[in-house]
Structures are given as structure tokens and as C-alpha cells.
């Protein structure tokens, strides 16, 4: 049980939860410092879903501005992630 567990989770049940604590508190600092709430981007995805509703098609080219913004921070982060745990 406790194999599945690691595998699922990538490490031990207790360095997972060190780890996502640790990533809390980053994450809510950050949120902190900008001034962003939960519910900030909550409301923002749902004014996102209601705009597409209202504009149609002609969102969809945000969704495409979405992809390739997100893909600038996403796609270095991912192949950097991977070269350090290549080398391990």
C-alpha cells in the first residue's frame, strides 16, 4: 500500500505534504504581493466563460493569445524541470 501511495504521489505521503505546504506558502505570498484573490481568478475564468458565450467565435482568438502566453512561462519551466531531473 505504501509503494502505490509513493508512486502515485512521487515521494513518501509526508514529504509530499512538506512540499505542497511549502509551495502554499510561495504561492500565497506571491498572490499576496500582486494584490490577487482567490476569487479574483475564480471571477476571471467566469467572466472568460461568459465572454466566450457572448462573443462567439470571436473569442476563441483569446483562448489563442491564453495558449501562447501561458506556453511562454509553461513550455522553458517543463524543459528545465526535465533537465534537472535528468540528472539524477
Known amino acids: 500500500m505504501a509503494d502505490q501511495m509513493s508512486r502515485v504521489l512521487g515521494d513518501s505521503p509526508g514529504r509530499t505534504i512538506?512540499?505542497?505546504?511549502?509551495?502554499?506558502?510561495i504561492v500565497g505570498f506571491v498572490m499576496a504581493v500582486f494584490d490577487v484573490r482567490p476569487w479574483d481568478v475564480f471571477y476571471?475564468?467566469?467572466d472568460f466563460v461568459v465572454d466566450l458565450w457572448h462573443r462567439g467565435f470571436s473569442a476563441l482568438g483569446a483562448v489563442g493569445d491564453y495558449l501562447?502566453?501561458?506556453?511562454?512561462?509553461?513550455?522553458?519551466?517543463?524543459?528545465?524541470?526535465?533537465?534537472l531531473s535528468y540528472r539524477r
Open 18 to 25: 512538506v512540499k505542497l505546504i511549502v509551495v502554499s506558502l
Open 68 to 83: 501562447i502566453l501561458g506556453a511562454t512561462i509553461v513550455i522553458p519551466a517543463f524543459i528545465i524541470l526535465r533537465l
Open 44 to 46: 476571471g475564468i467566469r
